[in-house]
């Protein structure tokens, strides 16, 4: 039987501003990875967040981002690799703290938006993640983006790697995700996304926009819970996977 993980990117409500509908997207998944207010949340948010994780049963994980609300963490910013480790800590901290009152545990964590594609391609930022993670608890999960410098970082650094792929978004032929501000950046067809997802689980290949296959691990999904969409799409796929004999839970051990 194939197994995935099934992820998405919630806690992204900010004061009185409302982004996605978390309590419903986590009836479906297997993890949650959780602002931490740099890119979006707050400690509201993160609180809230935290328990409803716990309340549903999901594995919950810290999401850190570059400073940049007004951006949504998705423009890249010139920090060094000594501010990207000092950056991901404090944000670890921050929601391992809620963690911990809430009588749960932080489980992994998951670089988001222009963080998470700058460590898929520029290795010295890839290390400072790593070491960040693996500095605060070398027991931590680290998800990067499948065949990145940061999964070949975290593995270096001897982190458990779960490398992750999109249901979503379009490949580059490196393997790279096509950036947010190109048109083909994003897949609207619920139906076309779970069957390009389908075969990644199942044959490790993914259909680049070249249209040349790129050989892909798949040890977790993610699906966007900001998108208009994520309650349905989320419904959708996780009903396919069962069908196609695809286990949703964690798919990594302790190497």
């Not at 963080?115 to 990067?144: R, T």
């Not at 650094?157 to 995700?177: H, I, N, S, W």
């Not at 997802?197 to 977790?220: C, F, L, N, Q, S």
């Amino acid at each position: 039987m194939f197994v995935v993980d099934l992820n998405s990117d919630l806690g992204e409500s900010y004061g009185a501003y409302t982004v996605g509908n978390d309590k419903e997207v986590l009836k479906y998944i297997s993890s949650a990875n959780i602002a931490c207010g740099y890119h979006a949340g707050d400690h509201n948010v993160m609180f809230e967040t935290v328990r409803l994780s716990k309340n549903y049963r999901v594995q919950i994980g810290a999401h850190p981002g570059l400073p940049d609300i007004p951006g949504f963490g998705r423009r890249e910013m010139n920090l060094s690799a000594r501010e990207i480790y000092n950056l991901v800590i404090y944000q670890i901290g921050s929601l391992a703290a809620v963690c911990k009152v809430n009588g749960t545990v932080l489980a992994h964590v998951k670089p988001h938006g222009a963080l998470y594609n700058l460590a898929a391609k520029n290795l010295e930022i890839a290390k400072a993640i790593a070491a960040a993670v693996y500095d605060f608890n070398p027991e931590l999960v680290l998800f990067g983006l499948a065949g990145s410098e940061l999964v070949k970082a975290g593995e270096k650094k001897g982190l458990v790697v779960a490398q992750e792929v999109f249901a979503d978004r379009t490949y580059q032929p490196d393997g790279t995700l096509t950036p947010r501000t190109k048109e083909n950046a994003l897949i609207h067809d619920t139906q076309i996304a779970i069957n390009r997802m389908i075969r990644i689980i199942k044959e490790g290949k993914v259909a680049a926009v070249d249209g040349a296959d790129v050989k892909i691990k798949a040890d977790t999904v993610c699906v966007h819970g900001d998108s208009p969409k994520a309650l349905e799409f989320v419904t959708e796929l996780k009903q396919a996977l069962i069908l196609e004999n695809i286990s949703i839970r964690k798919s990594w051990d302790k190497q």
